[in-house]
C-alpha cells in the first residue's frame, strides 16, 4: 500500500510554468514506477510521463515541455511542465506501478492512485 499527495496545480496563462509534486507515504523502490496521468472534463484519463529507476517516459505531447523527476530522499515525484496551454487544462495524477505490471502508458498498469490536482491554463 501506499498513499499518494498531488500538490502544486493552479491557474496559469498560456506560457507559464508550473511543477507538480507527488508525495509518496513510503518508498518507492527502483523496480516501481510513478506515472502522471491528467483527464480533462468529458475525455479519458490520458498518460503524461512516468519515472522508474534512471528510466523516463512521455506522451508525444509531453515531449519538450514537460519533465518528469524524482527526489528519493524525499519519496516524491515532480512533474515540471513549462509552455502551458490551455488543451493542458485538466486534473493530474500520479499513481505507482509495481514491477511486472505491464505498459507504464496504460492506467491499468498502475495500482495506487493520488487524488489529483487540477491544472488551468487560461489564455
Known amino acids: 500500500q501506499v498513499q499518494l499527495v498531488e500538490s502544486g496545480g493552479g491557474l496559469v496563462h498560456t506560457g507559464d510554468s508550473l511543477r507538480l509534486s507527488c508525495a509518496a507515504s513510503?518508498?518507492?523502490?527502483?523496480?516501481?514506477?510513478m506515472g502522471w496521468f491528467r483527464q480533462a472534463p468529458g475525455k479519458e484519463r490520458e498518460f503524461v510521463a512516468a519515472?522508474?529507476?534512471?528510466?523516463?517516459w512521455y506522451e508525444n505531447f509531453a515531449l519538450g515541455r514537460f519533465t518528469v523527476s524524482r527526489d528519493s530522499a524525499k519519496n516524491t515525484v515532480y512533474l515540471q511542465m513549462n509552455s502551458l496551454q490551455s488543451e493542458d487544462t485538466a486534473v493530474y495524477y500520479c499513481?505507482?506501478?509495481?514491477?511486472?505490471?505491464?505498459?507504464?502508458?496504460?492506467?491499468?498498469?498502475?495500482?495506487?492512485w493520488g487524488q489529483g490536482t487540477q491544472v488551468t491554463v487560461s489564455a
Open positions: 499513481a505507482v506501478a509495481g514491477a511486472s505490471s505491464g505498459s507504464y502508458f496504460l492506467p491499468g498498469s498502475y495500482d495506487f
Open positions: 513510503r518508498r518507492i523502490s527502483s523496480s516501481e514506477a
Open positions: 519515472i522508474s529507476g534512471g528510466n523516463t
